[in-house]
């Protein structure tokens, strides 16, 4: 069996486990740490495993460039992390470049790391909650294991730092509702695995949400509370808000948040954001003076209409590749790599950001 | 570079560069009054509002943020995104609530718009999705009579 290393002399790859499974450690890592003492990496390069030959290429011309940049220049280096892509095939021929299900794409798009990041969290939270919706009968073993061992970081990280509770909820709610079904419904003829594995793992789901319910922050005695804020920085932060929820959740707090939680403006921008002119018409409520009742028509259209979704980072779609990416702006920068091994001639203009149901359609045949 | 002394609210004296400083609208405005008057320059800027750790916090962002471009004209659509933050912003607002709201205080009061967006992003994305009763880890004691919370709590059915 030959050995597929970069050269045949050299002495192969150091491997280490991690609790994605095993990934190879990069070689080039060490040689900047001793040639460039003051530069310091804290995250050793990892490849993911089965990467073919150009990837491997990609990484030696990566380290030669990362020499000559000066690494040490930018404070965030330690946030550096390795692209992860997927070839997406379009049309079902026989021949296929490489095993590209949606289990697959779930395991090399490494979104572990990406719910480390604000902008990637609530993206990858609407992935894992379309996949719980209908998905979860295709995804093989090892996409399984991959996707509640993600789950299971995305809770931690919610009781740690209580942001996102909601969206949380929401997830694990679909995921038990989809689970109950399969176990004891449809059941074994459908589900990849023994059926006791996926009971342990709706116990799990539901010990989750236990927990998530009994969500306690403790009081800070900190001094400065958002009392403590100037009026208009109030509204400020009321203006930020994309649920209507969280506006009459906040008002409840003061009356002066529960007066400017009442204001008109607030919620015109609000259906403004939302909805479209069109829909306004079709569902409008009036006062007695003729004024619109924004707040009141901003609940009622939520029945009718999807609201808005919109998202710091998604992954990206290069229609000349036909490969699946996640865009690191930083690498971009530093690197001008893509995130893919890119071959056309203008990459920027190939690429489009793709929705969750949008990733989801794209593996379906 | 040149630079200029400010004076903290505790008294304390800051020195930091001109370039950097100017970030801050209030300071340019200040500066430009000062030339103006053509006094001698020792004098240090009083800003009576800030205390000293939190201006060397401020001027740690500027300092990242120095050769960041102006911000585009006021997005629609962007008003409403909280997540849209760097990670290095991320990490720089890892702190407690209380220098959180300082920081915010300090950059309205500077007048420092990347600083206030990213800051007031940050309160936003922590007080959503909670109840009214975790928010009060966010405030005092709730001001409402009875009467006024329970009409309130029949108001929110609809």
Redesign the interface.
């Known amino acids: 069996m030959p050995f597929l290393g970069q050269d045949w002399r050299s002495p192969g790859w150091s491997w280490i486990k991690t609790e994605d499974g095993w990934k190879r450690c990069d070689s080039c890592s060490q040689e900047l740490r001793s040639e460039n003492g003051q530069y310091t990496i804290n995250h050793s390069i990892i490849l993911n495993n089965g990467e073919e030959e150009i990837f491997s290429n990609e990484c030696e011309y990566a380290a030669k460039k990362r020499k000559k940049e000066h690494f040490g220049n930018d ?2 280096a330690h ?1 550096f992390y390795r692209e992860k892509w997927i070839y997406v095939h379009k049309e079902s021929t026989k021949e296929r470049h490489g095993y590209c299900t949606l289990g697959e794409a779930f395991n090399r798009l490494d979104f572990s790391s990406a719910i480390q ?3 990637r ?2 993206y990858v939270v609407k992935l894992l909650q379309l996949i719980a919706k209908s998905q979860l009968t295709s995804l093989s073993g090892v996409a399984q294991k991959n996707y509640f061992s993600i789950l299971d970081k995305i809770v931690q990280k919610v009781l740690d730092d ?6 949380i909820k929401d997830l694990l709610q679909d995921l038990s509702s989809t689970l109950g079904i399969l176990v004891r419904g449809v059941g074994k003829s459908v589900l990849v695995g023994n059926i006791n594995i996926w009971i342990c793992r709706l116990e799990t789901v539901l010990n989750w949400q236990q927990q998530l319910q009994n969500l ?5 005695n ?9 009026l208009h ?1 109030l509204n ?2 009321l ?5 209507g929820w ?1 506006i ?3 008002g ?4 002066t ?2 007066m400017l939680s009442e204001d008109r403006r607030l919620w015109k ?1 609000l259906c ?2 939302h909805f479209a002119e069109k829909q306004f018409c079709r569902h409008l409520i009036l006062s007695e003076k003729g004024h619109i009742e924004w ?2 028509m901003y ?1 009622t259209l939520q029945k009718y209409y999807p609201t808005k979704e ?4 998604t992954l990206h779609f290069c229609r000349h590749c036909s490969i699946l990416f996640w865009k690191d702006y ?1 690498l971009a920068w530093l690197l001008k790599d893509s995130g893919h091994p890119c071959t056309a001639a203008d990459p920027d203009s190939c690429f489009t950001p793709v929705s969750p149901q949008h990733f989801i359609d794209l593996f379906k045949f | 570079m040149p630079s200029i002394r400010l004076q903290g609210s505790d008294g304390e004296i800051f020195e930091v560069d001109v370039e950097l400083a100017k970030q801050s609208v209030t300071i340019k405005a200040m500066l430009e009054d000062l030339v103006m008057d053509d006094e001698g320059d020792d004098d240090p800027i009083p800003l009576t509002n800030v205390n000293v750790a939190i201006l060397k916090k401020v001027t740690q962002w500027c300092t990242h943020h120095k050769d960041d471009p102006p911000p585009p004209e006021d997005d629609e659509n962007k008003e409403k995104q909280t997540d849209d933050i760097t990670v290095w912003d991320q990490e720089f607002l890892k702190v407690g609530q209380r220098t959180l709201f300082e920081l915010i205080l300090a950059a309205n009061y500077l007048d420092i718009e990347g600083l206030l967006n990213v800051t007031c992003k940050t309160v936003a994305s922590m007080i959503k999705e909670k109840t009214e009763e975790i928010h009060k880890t966010f405030t005092v004691e709730s001001d409402f009579t009875e009467e006024e919370e329970a009409q309130m709590r029949k108001e929110k059915l609809v």
């Open positions: 404070t965030a946030s990041d604000i902008r969290f609530t209580h942001q996102n509770p909601r969206l306690q922050m403790t009081k800070v900190s001094g400065l509370t958002l009392s403590d804020l100037p920085m400020n932060i203006y930020r808000f994309s649920d969280d009459v959740t906040l409840q707090v003061t009356p948040l529960y921008k403004q954001y707040k009141l609940f919109q998202y710091g980072d930083h």
